[in-house]
């Protein structure tokens, strides 16, 4: 090293520069070091035929060691590269090798296994399933739906594997999974094109439960199946129509899952529904689709439960007990505190009760029956001071149209409780995203959200209500037997468009 004087400035000999950039070099090519850049640059460019070279002179030489990330790489290499017998039982030496190795293989692992098993048309599923099957026990792995998803598609392929592709259904059921629409897809073309009408009907109650609206390979499966020869000849020409009612009824009004109904040739065309609900090719009219009442009940209980944790036990008691004895008194709940907060957020903005007289009143004048109130005792004591708002708190009570959630509750359990166990409209632009729907965080509860919340805003003082839809956007079976599905578009102006339905009759 020398000092430039005029410079002041340190300057680098070239025969130091030289030992330094030889070091590095000589680090570069060290064996571990030139087989983990040689295996991304095949990763990158998925380059089959290099990644196995280099993996099987590491395998004979042993070096270098491999590691997780250079097995699940050349494994990831494969999946993408598996075409052929050969090269599906090189990617299970490698497996082997690194199960031999005391490496234990991660979900991702065993997902890319399946996808490489499956590429082989003789014994693929069998050996995909046997993979997932496996984990648990063999490597303390849980699956996932993509882990199934190779051999439930593999078994999906072929007629004659049906009854495979419903046992790999079982077994994902029982991991405690629930199947998206395109496994259910699969399975109900598989169904249908084995003739199994018992179980394409099954696949068309589980698509209700799974989606709203289907998509485009759906509606396709779905069309030719009832398209089909076989379809035309299943279902019965007598059936209890009160039973039916009844089963709907329980089902939240969408669906019976009693069988295919009718007989004969199936119509199966593109529709629209006006506003009115109805079909505008068969006439029929849909219905405004809840959830189903054995999930009401759990959802009641799941809120009651909660609030008596966060609550004075007592106090929601009684409250339960109150709503028992006007169990038929109301048709709708007014989240008080949200409407007379609505819009207040201004210097001199507070509680407005007269917002909420306003709503009380176009409800009243809707149907003639009084909604409830349900406001904050401590709200109430301060309005009562007031010789306005007294009179008209005291109309409300004397009519059994306001309850006073008890000092140091929290209203929120009160409204939403009543709105579940009398199955009620409730009046609130609450979005419910809050603690208490992050504790619950039950599935349906967006469908309730559609079938039972009423929207409101105020201009100039008049109130605006948006009633919920007089009909659902969602898979809806009627008691003649008949059909709609609604299409997912994946268009970015959904809003501005009409839904295409299919509309399936007999």
């Known amino acids: 090293m020398a000092i430039d004087s005029k410079r002041n400035t340190t300057t680098v000999q070239p025969e130091i520069v030289n030992t330094k950039r030889r070091k590095k070099n000589d680090k570069a090519s060290t064996p571990e070091q030139q087989f983990h850049e040689t295996l991304m640059k095949c990763s990158k460019n998925n380059d089959l035929s290099t990644a196995l070279s280099i993996y099987n002179s590491s395998a004979s030489t042993g070096t270098p060691k491999l590691n997780p990330h250079h097995f699940n790489t050349l494994l990831h ?19 082997d090798h690194m199960v031999d190795s005391n490496i234990r293989p991660s979900e991702a692992t065993i997902t890319s296994m399946a996808r490489i098993a499956t590429s082989d048309d003789a014994s693929g599923g069998d050996r995909a399933f046997e993979l997932v099957k496996n ?65 394409v009907y099954d696949y068309m109650l589980k698509l209700i439960s799974c989606v709203d609206c289907v998509g485009v390979e759906t509606a396709k499966i ?65 219905t405004c689709v809840d959830v189903r009442h054995i999930e009401t009940v759990k959802f009641a209980e799941s809120v009651a439960a909660l609030a008596k944790e ?3 036990m007592s ?68 309005l009562m001071e007031n010789p306005c708002y007294k009179k008209l708190l005291e109309d409300w009570k004397a009519h059994g149209a306001l309850y006073a959630t008890p000092s140091g509750s929290n209203d929120d359990w009160y409204w939403l409780y009543a709105t579940i166990k009398l199955k009620c409209l409730l009046v609130t632009n609450d979005e419910m995203r809050d603690h208490i729907f992050e504790l619950l965080s039950m599935k349906h509860v967006p469908k309730w959200k559609k079938r039972h919340l009423i929207r409101y805003s105020f201009t100039k003082g008049r109130v605006k209500l948006e009633m919920p839809h007089s009909y659902s956007t969602t ?6 037997g008949s059909w709609h599905l609604p299409l997912n578009s994946s268009s970015e102006t959904d809003e501005e468009k009409s839904t295409t339905w299919i509309c399936i009759t007999r």
Not at 77 to 95: E, G, W
Not at 475 to 480: A, C, D, P, R, V
Request: with cysteine.
């Open 77 to 95: 290499i494969f999946s993408n590269n598996a075409t052929t017998t050969p090269i599906v039982n090189d990617a299970f030496r490698i497996f």
């Open 310 to 312: 966060r609550e004075v």
């Open 315 to 382: 106090n929601f008691s009684d409250f339960q007990e109150w709503l028992n004895d006007h169990v038929n008194d109301y048709d709708t709940i007014i989240d008080a505190a949200n409407v007379g907060f609505y819009q207040q957020n201004y210097a001199d903005g507070g509680f407005c009760i007269t917002q909420v007289k306003a709503v009380v009143e176009e409800l009243f004048k809707r149907n003639g029956k009084l909604p409830l109130v349900v406001l904050h005792n401590k709200r109430v004591m301060t």
């Open 475 to 480: 898979i809806q079976e009627s008691k003649k």
């Open 135 to 199: 984990m648990g026990e063999k490597y303390r792995l849980t699956p996932k739906i993509r882990t199934y998803d190779p051999a439930l598609f593999a078994f999906c392929r072929r007629v004659e594997h049906a009854e495979k592709a419903y046992e790999v259904e079982k077994h994902m059921v029982a991991s405690g999974l629930l199947l998206e629409e395109r496994e259910i897809a699969a399975l109900l073309q598989v169904s249908a094109q084995a003739g199994r009408f018992k179980n």
């Open 222 to 286: 779905v069309e030719t199946w009832f398209q089909s020869e076989v379809a035309d000849k299943v279902g019965r020409e007598d059936w209890n129509i009160e039973e039916v009612e009844e089963a709907i009824l329980r089902n939240g009004g969408g669906w019976h899952g009693m069988g295919w109904f009718g007989k004969g040739k199936w119509n199966v065309r593109r529709s629209e529904v006006g506003s009115d609900g109805c079909c505008v090719c068969c006439g029929e009219c849909l």
